[in-house]
Structure formats: structure tokens, C-alpha cells
């Protein structure tokens, strides 16, 4: 059973993510320490860049795009040392690369369903694997228990 905590952070993690204006997939971070939140950040392009959906195709647009998890640590702008990460989608190999580095010591991310797994079952995996060399702990919330 996941805590009041869990709950919460996970839902504000889906809050923030739903300031993305990414119509396909919106995702949302939340970096906490000691259950105190420390930064917030959504998949979208960097400050003063065009964002128009109708002007870049997908290509241009992930070349673009900043992570949410990215966005949550630049917007931090502080020691992240110790600190947890809450992800409405577990994180690709690149933004896995930056957890680590920054010292994000547990990520929190809900089941990923079937459809997302076979679309992204390679880079989780691989991110998982960088966590677990590197001493993150990962925990996957029930999606049961999220609702």
C-alpha cells in the first residue's frame, strides 16, 4: 500500500505535466526532499522557443523538447543530493543519465502499461539497468493504488 505521501506527489507530478502543451503525451516531475517539494518540471521546449505543434514535425519536436525530469532539475537550481524524483513515465536513458549525476537518489514512477511498454520497454530497460548499477532505488507505484 503506497502512502497519503506517494498519493500525493504522484498527483502532482500528473499536475504539473498537464501544463505541457505536447497534445500526445504530457509528462510531469516532481523532485522532493524529505517530503518537501524542491522543483517541479514538464516536457515542453526551452524559454522564448516557438512551441507551435502546427510548425514542427514530431523529428523537429523531440529535438527540441526538454524532459519534464530535465526541466525539474535545471529549474531546481540546487544540491539535489538525496532527493527523489516522482515521473508520470519512467524515465529514458538521457534523463536516467541526469538523475544519477545530480545525486537523485530514488525514483518514483506508476506501472507502465502494455501499450507503453511496447513502445518503450528497450530505453526502460536500460534505464533501469543505469539505476540499479548506479544505486538508484526505483520504485514502481500499483496503478491500482493511484486511481
Excluded at 7 to 18: C, D, P
Excluded at 62 to 91: M, Q, S, Y
Aim: hydrophobic residues 40%.
Amino acid at each position: 500500500m503506497i502512502s497519503k505521501w506517494a498519493k500525493r506527489f504522484f498527483q502532482m507530478a500528473e499536475l504539473v505535466g498537464s501544463w505541457s502543451k505536447d497534445p500526445s503525451t504530457q509528462v510531469g516531475a516532481v523532485i522532493t526532499k524529505h517530503n518537501r517539494i524542491v522543483s517541479v518540471g514538464f516536457n515542453g521546449y526551452p524559454h522564448g522557443i516557438s512551441d507551435s505543434a502546427e510548425t514542427d514535425d514530431r523529428d523537429m519536436k523531440l529535438l527540441k523538447t526538454l524532459h519534464a525530469e530535465e526541466n525539474a532539475i535545471l529549474f531546481a537550481k540546487r544540491d539535489l543530493d538525496g532527493c527523489d524524483i516522482w515521473v508520470t513515465h519512467f524515465p529514458c536513458p538521457n534523463c536516467a543519465a541526469k538523475i544519477i549525476q545530480t545525486g537523485i537518489t530514488g525514483v518514483f514512477c506508476p506501472e507502465q502499461n502494455a501499450d507503453f511498454l511496447s513502445r518503450w520497454g528497450d530505453k526502460i530497460s536500460i534505464s533501469q539497468e543505469m539505476f540499479l548499477q548506479a544505486g538508484v532505488k526505483v520504485t514502481w507505484l500499483p496503478l491500482d493504488e493511484l486511481a
